[in-house]
């Protein structure tokens, strides 16, 4: 059986878009929590932004394009820009999970242990690490510096389609491997 | 593994509503394509894009130049038909202003829907404007404040001769299912749906049709008959279709007593 990619489970209409969206949530769950815990320093902030991200993806999937770039990207992006804004109001924003009708998150002692693991032992950094070098420096400039396709075209001295494809590589690969770690 | 299932579990859970709502937009702007094309089939005016601010218009409200969305659209007629100079009259100038002056209020409702404000009634010297709104939060007990949010809501709005203000709001859901009523005193003033042509009011000096006009019908439930029981609806064939809540059944028990206890014979 085929798994579905991430831009499938993203824009799944019908009766199946439930399940699809909560496979989308659990495959990318850790990635994105270990990336705010380790901007963030704390489990809850990290648990908070996480769901609010998450909540923005969905309240704003009909706006994904599949041929604009991938899903995976597409999210991190939410995440970079949640971040900053909520670091400007001083305060996690919270206007996806009210609108969804989303419990604010409550982490019992071992899930904040579990989740800061993820930042102490940098799964993801050395995954990342891991990486062919053309797709490391690809997703490592677009997902963590969330530099634009064009720039990263540019520094890299390549095509944007080449970029693309390199990033798509690179996620589909840290997810596999994400997916195998957890 | 994942860390966080109840967020994982919620938004699956608003996926599953989403979609459904989507599903039933689409079907709802079928139907409203098939409306719009026979509006402009009989040379009527399509609803009007953009909003032009009132002259006169207290700064203090909030304005948005969106379009009521396909689900009001489609249920009701008044939104469909163009906005008339009697519809920006002085009384729905005061109207529009409700909820924008206390910063409770503000928080909790949306912009005003501008273009899609509606005179209805002038009656008594009282006057009944719809106004329709972006949102609606709601903070009750089970909620903490601003948890339980409303979108699209349809405000009926009654300014009295000495220009105050009352009204309360409601999502089409809430309209259709009968409760989309306002009581002013005497009078009981209500939005119904398209379908609903007439409301057949038992009361006891009798069975009396209150026809609809503008998705609106209004009555006196105290002065000039003396007591109000059941309130169905009719379609345009006569037929009960539904009715106010509470629900015809008890509203008819409840009125039999009340005409008892008033020593009233049913006619």
Known sequence: ?182 | MTFLPTVRDDLAAAARRLEARRQRRRHAARLVLVAGASILALGGVAFATGVVRWPGLDPAVRTSASSPPPTQLAAFGVLRRAQTDADRSPEAKRAVTTFSHIKADRDRFGAVRLDAVRVLLTHDGSTYVLVPRTRQAWSTANHPPQRRVEHDVLCLVVVDPRFTVGGSCATTATVERGLGAIGSGRTFAALVPDRVAAVRVDTCEGVVDVPVHDNFVAYDRLRGWRSVGRQAWLDARGREIGGFFPTPHHAARSLSARCVRRGDARR
């Open chain 1, 1 to 182: 059986v085929r798994t579905p990619t991430d831009e499938e489970l993203l824009t799944a209409a019908g009766p199946g878009a439930a399940a699809a969206f909560a496979a989308f949530y659990e495959r990318w769950e850790p990635a994105i929590l270990a990336w705010f815990v380790r901007r963030t320093g704390s489990a809850e902030l990290a648990a908070d932004l996480a769901a609010e991200t998450f909540a923005e993806a969905l309240a704003g999937r009909l706006r994904f394009r599949p041929g604009r770039g991938d899903a995976a990207g597409w999210l991190f992006g939410i995440a970079g820009h949640l971040l900053a804004r909520s670091a400007r109001r001083g305060a996690v924003e919270e206007r996806g999970r009210l609108r969804l009708d989303v419990t604010p998150v409550v982490l019992d002692d071992d899930t904040v242990a579990a989740v800061e693991a993820l930042a102490g032992d940098d799964a993801v950094a050395r995954l990342l690490d891991a990486l062919p070098e053309d797709q490391r420096d690809a997703v490592r400039a677009r997902i963590l510096d969330d530099a634009t396709y064009e720039d990263i075209a540019r520094r890299l001295g390549c095509s944007t389609q080449v970029v693309r494809k390199r990033v798509s590589r690179g996620l589909a690969t840290l997810r596999t491997r994400l997916e195998d770690a957890t």
